[in-house]
Each structure stands twice: as C-alpha cells, then as structure tokens.
C-alpha cells in the first residue's frame, strides 16, 4: 500500500477538490491512506479567527463566516443539491466549533489554537472523502486523532511514537482508500486535540508510511517536483530528478519548504522512498527522495527563509562568550521558543538568526539585555546555497545588505536586510 497527501494548494477549489479524483484515477492505485491538509489558505484564516478570539476587539463572528463560506462555496461547486449530506456535515462541523467558542474557559492561547485550527484539515478529509464516494470512490474517513497520539505541547506536539504505532495497526486497513488529516494529532492522556507545526501533513504521510511499512509517499504539489530554487523567489529553476535523504534533509532543514523537513527521518529509517510531484501533471516522474546519489542532476541548491531576526550580543564586560555565557543564551532561546537558523561567535560577542514562530521576541531581548549589550534586525533574510560556486555567492550577494556570512565545504549562508 502507499501514501498520498494532498496540500492546500490541491484541494483550494472545487476545480482542484474535482482534480484529486483525477489524480487517483490516473495513478491506479487501489490501496491508499490519503493524507489531506486544510483547503487553500484555511489554516491561516482560522488563525485570525483564535486571534479575533483573544482580542477585546475582534469579530470572531465575521471571521467564522468567511471559513463556512470558504468551504459552503465549494460545496455547491462539488454537489448539485444543497440537499446533499455534505451540507448538512459542513453545518454541524461548524456548529461544534462555534460550540468550542462560546464554552471554552481555557486562556491557553496555544490549547485554544489547536482546538480551532484543527477544524480546517477535519472539513476539508469530509468534503474530500464525499466527493470521492460521490465518484465511485469507495473509501473510508478516519479521524486522525485516534491514532496520532501526542504530548500536550500544542502547536508543536511530539508524536508518542510506540502508541502511534499501536494504533495505526489496529486501526487502519492497508486495503482500500483510507481518507484522514494532515497536521493533526491528539494528547495521548486527555484526547484533546494537538497539531504538529504548521505545514505538519507532510509529516503525517510520514509518520502513516512508517507506521504501516508502506511502499513509498507521494506527496503532491503545484510544483513539478523538488526544484533546486524556490520558484517564487527565482526565475531559472531546474527539477531535480533524485536527492538522498541525508540531502534532501539537509535542504529541507535549510527551508526548503517544498518538504516539512520533519518528514524525512521517518522515512530514512525505513528506507521509504517519497515522491514528490505535481497534481497537474499525476504521470510526470516528479522528483524521487531515496537510496542512491546525493543530487541528480548535480547542482547548487538556492533556499531562503524570510521574516528571521538577527540578534547580536557581547558581554557588558568584554568577558569572553564562552560556554557558561552561551549556555544561558540557549537556555533562553529555547524558553522562548526561538528555531534557531544560524550561530556564529567570536571571542566577545555571538550572533544567533532566529525565527520567532511565536511571537516571543520582545520578552527574549528583555531577559538578554539583563547579560548582555543587544543588537537586533528584524525582518532579515537567511540565503542558503548548497553546493556552491564562488561566482554565484557572488551574484546573490551584489547590491545587498549582507549582515552575516558563513561558509561550509558544501553550504554557504548569508543574512540579508532586505
Ligand atoms: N525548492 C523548491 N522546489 C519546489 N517548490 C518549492 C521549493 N521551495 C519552496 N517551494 C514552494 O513550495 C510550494 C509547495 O509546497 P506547499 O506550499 O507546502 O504545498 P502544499 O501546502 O500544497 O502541500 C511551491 O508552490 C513552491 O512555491
Ligand atoms: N493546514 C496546515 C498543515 C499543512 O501541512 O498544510 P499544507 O499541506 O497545505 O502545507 C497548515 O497550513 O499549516
């Protein structure tokens, strides 16, 4: 059996919703657990309908209504009938959230965003899996939250791996279609619901190929496969046929984020192969992350990660950065919960580029400025190119605002205010 996952840009429509059963068509496969994220861009509105939730000011209400007509206007580009049971499901599903709302007594920003955000990946597997039946498609929607078990650190759950495995065997047929939900699991001792990091469905295929031995994932995308640039940021790309996994780790881990790079352990252990390829084009070979040479074609891989902060520091007293110093600075940073993207020190000072994924800038430099004189850029870009030519550092770097460089065998890395 095999896993597929559909992103939000494969189901943003009734077009793209109408697609995926084309997609299964062509490919012929019979035995499938798919994976299927939010619709379009619904996990960002649902963010702004927690935030409208914690603010004195804020419409949750209005915010509400534009995911239910999101998702009821592709409905009626599914379904003929507002008669049809997929209505009737839309409704409920929004009535438990709106129920979730008016009754929810927790302040815990992090417990209440899952609650809420979670509701886009289980809309979207049952407009999905009624479609598919719609279609001929037999298939079978499962929650996911009975089987991805979690600790309770939400937005950012750890799978608990042995209970995840338990059960996804009892509960998970490798026969026919299976349809489930990406990003979502649930707190192994209270059931409540936990995501797995944003873009976290990608991860999820993962962790079912694992669980399940599977032959290989596919995960399809509005991409031809893996380019060796980001598209949206540079004009000449090229597809690249086959990465290793140790590269294909490395790439994702530098932010390429074409893969989670959560999802490649999983599938490294066991040797998985995953596709990735482009749902506009289901029969195209796409890319293969696998077995066998680090890059084909062999290439420079350009990747940037934008919005990171840079955050320089030096002892107030000219004492060295050593490890004690240092050692507090990391402290810190994971109390706050900074991803940390680059490092660089010297004898009096230490450089860290951070991504602030939960907004806790302001309380870190408060408690560095105790230690440490601060200096800090926000809004900078990390530039990464694997495999690189002096020539093109060069070029990237004409005419821009290079903060930091550092430079590897392979990689080279520069922060850039843009
Ligand atoms: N190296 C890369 N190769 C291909 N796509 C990339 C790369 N880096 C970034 N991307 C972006 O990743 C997008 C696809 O991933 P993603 O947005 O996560 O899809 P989905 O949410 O539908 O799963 C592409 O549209 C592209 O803009
Ligand atoms: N819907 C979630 C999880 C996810 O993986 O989405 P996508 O597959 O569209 O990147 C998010 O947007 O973060």
Known sequence: MKIFKFGGASTKD????????????????????IIISAMGKTTNALEEVVQAYFSETGDVKNALHSVYDFHYKILTGLFSAT???????LDKTFKELKRFLETNKSKNHAFVYDQVVSFGEIISSK?????????GIKNTWLDVRQCIKTDANYRDANVAWEKTQKK?????SPKGITVTQGFLGAEDSNNFT????????DYTAAIFAYCLNAENVTIWKDVPGVLNADPRYFTQTQLLNHISYREAIELAFYGASVIHPKTLQPLQRKEIPLFVKSFL?????????????????????????KGLVLISLSSLDFSFMMEDNIGDVFKWLHKYKMKVEMIQNSAISFSVCVNDKFNNLEELLAKLREKFSVKWNENVTLYTIRHFNPAEVKTLAENKNVLLKQESKETVQLVIKE
């Open 14 to 33: 009734a077009e793209s919703v109408k697609n995926v059963v084309s997609v299964i068509a062509q490919t012929g496969e019979k035995d499938l657990v």
């Open 281 to 305: 084009n289901p029969t195209a070979p796409g890319t293969c992350v696998g077995k066998g040479v680090t890059l084909d074609p062999q290439t420079s891989c350009f990747i940037l990660k």
């Open 83 to 89: 008669s049809h049971p997929a209505f009737a499901e």
């Open 194 to 201: 936990t995501t797995l990091g944003r873009e976290g469905s």
């Open 127 to 135: 407009i999905v899996s009624a479609y598919f039946s719609e279609n």
């Open 168 to 172: 996804i065997s009892d509960k998970v």
